[in-house]
């Protein structure tokens, strides 16, 4: 039983009478990758060789601020669109400040559809988990929290399609961009 413990700690998995790679095969090691360089940090996966521990510092020591380049272009470019549109809709119908209200109120219900309201519902689905966990889940990473009590594609008993973890991957890096922006907004507010 110990061996089956230490094994799975490893990332191995059992399937029945065969093991799996599990969360380093493509897909766990794209999300772990992902979570490294945005600094959620679940604590439920590690190095654990001198190498990939040394590896890991480099990667990240590049990759955070790499990422925070990234996330900061995706940030401003989800901006700019939201700006143009609300430009584009001043000019056809005259109305500068309601355009702009409008379009900001439509960016930000788009933002929380897409990032805190409807993930919650794959993850009930994939995961088995409520919405509240689901929701949970999505906000405490998003916000880069990421304690770890809920982590997807962790379950050895649920089978995770090859995709999942590349889109939540990306979930992942477009939602805190999203999260960046609506955090800025209220400190502006704020101050």
């Known amino acids: 039983l110990q061996g089956i413990i230490q094994a799975y700690k490893s990332g191995i998995t059992l399937q029945g009478n065969t093991t799996s790679l599990g969360r380093w095969d493509y897909s766990g090691s794209f999300f772990f990758s992902i979570s490294a360089i945005t600094t959620i940090g679940y604590g439920n996966l590690s190095p654990s060789t001198v190498a990939g521990r040394i590896f890991c ?5 590049f990759g955070i601020p790499l990422n925070l380049v990234l996330l900061n272009e995706i940030g401003q470019l989800m901006l700019l669109g939201v700006q143009r549109c609300a430009h584009h809709l001043g000019e056809v119908f005259h109305w500068q400040k309601k355009a702009s209200l409008l379009i900001k109120t439509c960016a ?15 993850f009930s689905d994939k995961e088995g988990w409520s919405y509240e ?4 889940y ?19 008993d649920r089978t995770y399609p090859g995709w999942y973890k590349n889109v939540i991957s990306l979930w992942i890096l477009f939602g805190m961009a999203w999260l960046a922006l609506i955090i800025k907004f209220c400190i502006n507010f704020l101050e």
Not at 133 to 136: H, R, S, V
């Open 138 to 156: 999505s906000f405490i990473t998003l916000s880069t929290i990421g304690f770890g009590d809920y982590v997807i594609g962790m379950n050895p």
């Open 57 to 61: 510092i480099l990667f990240a020591l």
């Open 133 to 136: 966990e689901g929701f949970y």
């Open 108 to 122: 930000l219900v788009t933002g929380l559809l897409l990032f805190l309201l409807l993930p919650p519902l794959l």
